[in-house]
């Protein structure tokens, strides 16, 4: 079965400094995996997932198959950055429904 | 932007009182979720409906749960049967037939006392 690793239920960093959240993986599949963002009191919401490649507000993140993992990172931390992340996979079937990780909090301190 | 929406934002109903919660998906979607999170605890996967039945469910959707889409926008959950350990953060959930994204609703509060 999948299962999907956020090793930090909380991380605190000072803005400008540098934000690394983690996330590990365990599936038999090819993965495919995503962060996702939760503001106070929004609705999750897609930050990036790994076949696009993308930096989403500063954000990246690279699939390691080695390491299995998919690390968040951003250089520089502000503080709208502030928010719960989750980490999720989504397995092969016919629905594609996400597993998620346990989520870490961030908190950008001014 | 479309976006999924959910209602009610927040119930309080006894334990044994049947629930539904609503959704309206994103109009052009054709696969729905419905997703909890017992606070403090992470976002898990109940069940997926596609096509007008259920393609996939977890553990967690077990008899007292059902789901249902009754006319061409909503999509419904119902606990039959309230239990304590239900009260969560449903969250509803859709994505395009060929759209890779999952787009969430804002979740509804269920508080089972």
């Known amino acids: 079965a999948q299962r999907v690793t956020q090793p930090e239920k909380l991380l605190s960093v000072f803005k400008g400094a540098p934000v690394e959240l983690k996330c590990n993986y365990s599936?038999?599949?090819?993965?495919?995996l995503f962060w996702y963002v939760q503001y106070s009191r929004q609705r999750l919401q897609l930050l990036l997932r790994?076949?696009s490649r993308e930096s989403i507000k500063g954000f990246t993140a690279d699939l390691n198959k080695g390491e299995t993992s998919f690390h968040l990172k951003k250089p520089f931390a502000q503080e709208e950055d502030s928010a719960m992340y989750y980490c999720a996979l989504r397995v092969s079937g016919s629905a594609r429904q996400l597993t998620f990780g346990s989520g870490t909090q961030l908190t950008v301190l001014p | 932007e479309p976006e999924v929406t959910q209602t009610p934002s927040h119930q309080v109903t006894q334990m044994g009182q049947e629930v539904i919660l609503r959704c309206v998906p994103i109009s052009n979607h054709l696969y729905f979720y419905w997703y909890r999170q017992i606070l403090g605890q992470k976002v898990e996967f109940l069940v997926s409906f596609y096509n007008n039945e259920i393609s996939e469910k977890s553990e967690i959707f077990d008899d007292q749960f059902s789901v249902e889409r009754p006319d061409g926008s909503n999509f419904t959950l119902k606990i039959r049967s309230t239990k304590l350990e239900d009260s969560a953060m449903y969250f509803c959930a859709s994505r395009e037939t060929v759209g890779n994204t999952i787009y969430f609703g804002e979740g509804s509060w269920l508080t089972v006392v």
């Open positions: 790994h076949i």
């Open positions: 599936y038999s599949g090819s993965p495919e």
